[in-house]
């Protein structure tokens, strides 16, 4: 391994390191802030939609974004875009069906899930499900391509975005 690629991989795992900073003291202020301006009702029901969407995005990328990484590296190695592009339309495609199909599960089963939940917030759940398994997927593809640099300015748009839609 060069000096350069040494640098660029440790820039990589920097970038990562503070966009997952951010993204933990975004969530953090979010729950602060959320828990001086309502009440412990209104936070342990926006905590479990929360939960309930973090575990169904786990179920709903059935562990794509783990192996993105090892293929897409690899491809871009070799610099077969060809497969790369394929691999990602086919991984978007997989982590696509994938929500559809739990949404329907979540929807069906919803009296049993969330049992005195109003229909609104599973929908929210449901959203918040479809759209975390997207961003965790893009953001695997992000990592493959090693333009890490780009995560934490998206983060940082985001973490400001969440904070002022939530309040």
């Known amino acids: 391994m060069t000096s350069s690629s040494k640098q660029s991989v440790g820039r990589g795992a920097a970038y990562i390191y503070i966009e997952n900073i951010v993204a933990l003291s975004s969530g953090y202020v979010l729950w602060l802030a959320?828990?001086?301006?309502t009440t412990?009702?209104?936070?342990?029901?926006?905590?479990?939609?929360?939960s309930l969407a973090a575990i169904f995005?786990?179920?709903?990328?059935?562990?794509?974004?783990?192996?993105?990484?090892?293929?897409?590296?690899?491809?871009?190695?070799?610099?077969?875009?060809?497969?790369?592009?394929l691999f990602v339309k086919a991984t978007i495609l997989l982590v696509s069906l994938g929500i559809a199909i739990l949404s329907v599960i979540i929807l069906i089963l919803r009296?049993?899930?969330?049992?005195?939940?109003?229909?609104?917030?599973?929908?929210?759940s449901i959203v918040l499900m479809g759209s975390s398994a997207i961003e965790v997927l893009?953001?695997?593809?992000?990592?493959?391509?090693?333009k890490t640099k780009v995560l934490v300015t998206q983060r940082i748009v985001s973490s400001v975005a969440k904070v002022v839609v939530t309040i």
């Open 57 to 85: 995005s786990i179920f709903v990328t059935i562990g794509i974004p783990n192996g993105v990484p090892r293929f897409l590296g690899k491809s871009f190695s070799e610099r077969n875009l060809e497969y790369a592009k």
């Open 111 to 124: 009296n049993w899930i969330f049992s005195d939940l109003d229909f609104s917030l599973i929908i929210l």
């Open 138 to 146: 893009f953001r695997s593809i992000v990592i493959s391509a090693q």
């Open 40 to 50: 412990s009702g209104v936070i342990g029901i926006a905590s479990t939609v929360v």
């Open 34 to 37: 959320l828990s001086k301006i």
